[in-house]
């Protein structure tokens, strides 16, 4: 039997829980419109084409730069381990709690009446959270996927959200984009699971990253460095070509 402040207490852990899962939810939609946006810059060939080696190709430059740290900052805030942070670590670490997990299940089901959909809810959320729990572990120190899940905070904390002095980092490789994407797709699955868990809304990212590429097709279509005829500045004149040929030509993709 739970006493009444243990009662109170686990009822504010709910309520923090809750509010964690719409953070997570929030920064992951960031990291979708982020990811969708630069898609094209890093993969769209006919685009590279248009930019060229122009003075226009380095603001692009920029811009595609500016949408990959973004995107990364949205995902490492999901898992942010820091005293105030709204992080999937929190939820974990909340709902871990033999307590509070039943509390929030029961919150979950006492409504449905039911009682062989009262046990088929109760053994989804369960399932899910094996799941939540399962792709957490991966990331975790001793999962398959620490030593990516490390490079992603060392550039994090190196190079995206603060600068560190060389001996301040830790030592190894920038991740590669293999791990970026997986890191993404498992970031994903983790919001999407934890907002069906504890605000009992469903979630479908995929519809989300449509809506993006749909803004972004629109917004790159057009978008031509001024050696592409097209541009408003496109260059006529004799010698345009060697005096532009100092730009700097596309570099890799982030």
Not at 84 to 107: C, E, F, N, Q, Y
Not at 144 to 167: C, M, W
Request: net charge neutral.
């Amino acid at each position: 039997m739970i006493s009444r402040r243990t009662t109170t207490e686990v009822a504010k852990q709910l309520k923090l829980v809750k509010s964690y899962a719409a953070s997570v939810d929030s920064n992951f939609t960031l990291a979708v419109a982020f990811h969708e946006v630069w898609k094209p810059t890093a993969y769209d060939q006919d685009l590279h084409q248009r930019m060229g080696s122009s003075y226009a190709g380095q603001a692009f430059l920029i811009v595609r730069t500016a949408l990959r740290r973004e995107m990364l900052l949205s995902l490492m805030r999901i898992w942010d381990t820091t005293s105030g942070a709204h992080s999937v670590s929190k939820i974990v670490a909340t709902l871990r709690d033999p307590h509070t997990w039943s509390t929030l299940v029961d919150d979950r089901t006492n409504k449905l009446g039911l009682q062989d959909v009262v046990e088929e809810v109760a053994q989804h959320l369960d399932t899910e959270w094996k799941d939540v729990l399962r792709t957490y572990k991966k990331y975790s120190k001793g999962g398959s996927h620490y030593d990516a899940f490390v490079r992603l905070r060392n550039l994090r904390h190196g190079s995206l959200a603060h600068t560190q002095s060389p001996s301040a980092g830790a030592a190894g490789a920038d991740p590669t984009d293999a791990e970026v994407s997986q890191f993404y797709e498992d970031t994903g699955d983790i919001a999407k699971k934890v907002m069906s868990i504890v605000n009992a809304t469903a979630i479908n990212y995929s519809d989300t990253s449509g809506v993006y590429s749909h803004y972004a097709k629109f917004f790159w279509i057009n978008a031509r460095g001024e050696k592409t005829e097209g541009h408003p500045n496109y260059c006529h004149r004799e010698g345009a070509t060697e005096l532009l040929a100092k730009a700097q030509p596309l570099s890799p993709t982030l």
